[in-house]
Structures are given as C-alpha cells and as structure tokens.
C-alpha cells in the first residue's frame, strides 16, 4: 500500500510568528549571488550538479540560465522574450534535458540551452510534474473549475487529455497508473471561505475517492513510498 504525505502551507501570519518564536531556525551555510536586478522564477538542479534557473527582469524579459553549483558565471544564459514568464523546470529522467513550461508552451532544452522540441497546450498557467515515465501537464489556475491533466510520453508526445472538477491544481503525483491530486479552491470551509481537495484518479479519469479538507490551503502529496 503507497504511503503519502500531505504537507499544508498555513497562511497566517501569527503562526509563522509563532513558530519562529518556539523553534531555533536552521543556519545558513553558504550563499551566492546567482540574479542581479532580476526575480528568480523557479529553480532545478540537472544531473551534473548545475543549476537551471528560470529568471524574470523587472521589464518582463525572461532568460533561462545554466550555472555550475562552486562557481557563480553562468554557463551560459538563454533570452526568452517571445515567452511569457517562467512557470517550472523540470529535469528530464531519460537524457541530458530538462522541460520548462509557460503559460501555454512545454519547452524542451538539452544542458546546452538548444530547443529540442516545444508543444502548445491550452492552459491558462502550466505547471509540469512527473512519474512512472510520464510527463503531466497541468492547467493550474482554472477559472472554469474544471482543469485539465495533459499526459505526455518521453518524446514529450501528447497521450491524453483529461478533466477533472479540481479547481486550482496544487501538485500532482502518478504512482502504479493512478493520479494523486491535491487543490484548493473558494468555498466548502467551516469556517472560512476556502477549502482543499485530495482526489484519487484513474488512468481514464474517473475518481477512485476524494478528501475533503475545510479550512485548508495550497495541500502537497507527496510519494512517500
């Protein structure tokens, strides 16, 4: 039987007061500066120990840059104009290569910043996860309530398309052919307006079982094996 963890952000800003007041925070070992005027979008480490990070300037121009973890010179750095802002990188498990996402385009690099290959979903805002040799799409900030999961294969191939009535995604983990799911969304709170949801899926979509959260915010779960 898998075995998952679902971490809650709390919000409040009296609890992370509090919190910090209780408990010795972790000391910073090291730091570098890696941006310059710049807002760092998300960052991934490859399998040579480098960092990817997925940048934005203050006049909206996005790069992606390759940056060795002992040294602070980029390797290099890819303009993105044409991109809106970086959502997520992932690294890829089957070769050198990672995936960005935007909006509405999943992106694959090779470590040298070259395009292999690009698909457009239509997504108002994707993010990317992956599991058991698949790559999902997600159209995270639905305001339809209805989002949809795109499957993609190694090649970064379109598989499926599948909607569920999770509002606003939050994470996705696919483990033995199912699709964890965690989202929040308005409504359904004791005693607030918000909510969250844990939904099982199928390969075919259908709702194994859900978890109702009330007064719950931004769930991960996360394979615990």
């Given at each position: 039987m ?6 809650f952000v709390?919000?409040f800003l009296?609890s ?6 209780q408990?010795?925070l ?5 730091a570098?500066?890696?941006t310059d ?6 960052v991934?480490?490859?399998k040579?120990?480098?960092?990817i ?6 006049n909206?121009e996005?790069s992606?840059s390759?940056?060795?973890?002992n040294d602070?010179t980029?390797l290099?750095?890819?303009s993105?104009?044409s991109?809106?802002?970086v ?13 960005m996402?935007?909006s509405?385009t999943i ?5 040298d910043g070259?395009?292999?290959k690009q698909i457009?979903v239509s997504?108002?805002?994707?993010r990317l996860?992956k ?15 209805v989002s949809?999961?795109?499957i ?6 379109l598989e ?10 939050i994470?996705?983990?696919y483990?033995d052919?199912f699709f964890?799911i965690?989202s929040?969304?308005?409504?359904g709170?004791d ?5 969250s949801?844990?939904?099982k ?8 079982w ?5 007064d719950?915010?931004?769930?991960y779960?996360i394979?615990n094996?």
């Amino acid at each position: 039987m898998k075995k998952f963890l679902i971490i809650f952000v709390v919000t409040f800003l009296l609890s992370a007061l509090s919190l910090s007041a209780q408990y010795d925070l972790p000391n910073i070992i090291s730091a570098k500066r890696v941006t310059d005027q710049e807002c760092l979008m998300d960052v991934q480490i490859n399998k040579q120990s480098d960092y990817i990070l997925g940048k934005q300037k203050f006049n909206y121009e996005n790069s992606l840059s390759m940056v060795p973890r002992n040294d602070s010179t980029s390797l290099w750095d890819k303009s993105l104009k044409s991109s809106p802002v970086v959502n997520q990188i992932i690294d890829m498990d089957s070769e050198n290569a990672f995936l960005m996402s935007n909006s509405d385009t999943i992106y694959k690099f090779d470590y040298d910043g070259n395009i292999l290959k690009q698909i457009s979903v239509s997504s108002e805002r994707t993010r990317l996860f992956k599991g058991n040799g698949k790559y999902i799409a997600v159209d995270c900030q639905s305001v339809s309530g209805v989002s949809r999961l795109f499957i993609l294969n190694q090649e970064l191939e379109l598989e499926k398309i599948m909607s569920t009535d999770c509002e606003r995604i939050i994470n996705v983990s696919y483990v033995d052919n199912f699709f964890y799911i965690s989202s929040d969304r308005y409504g359904g709170g004791d005693s607030s307006n918000m909510s969250s949801d844990i939904t099982k899926l199928d390969n075919n979509g259908n709702v194994i079982w859900n978890y109702h959260l009330p007064d719950m915010v931004r769930p991960y779960v996360i394979n615990n094996g």
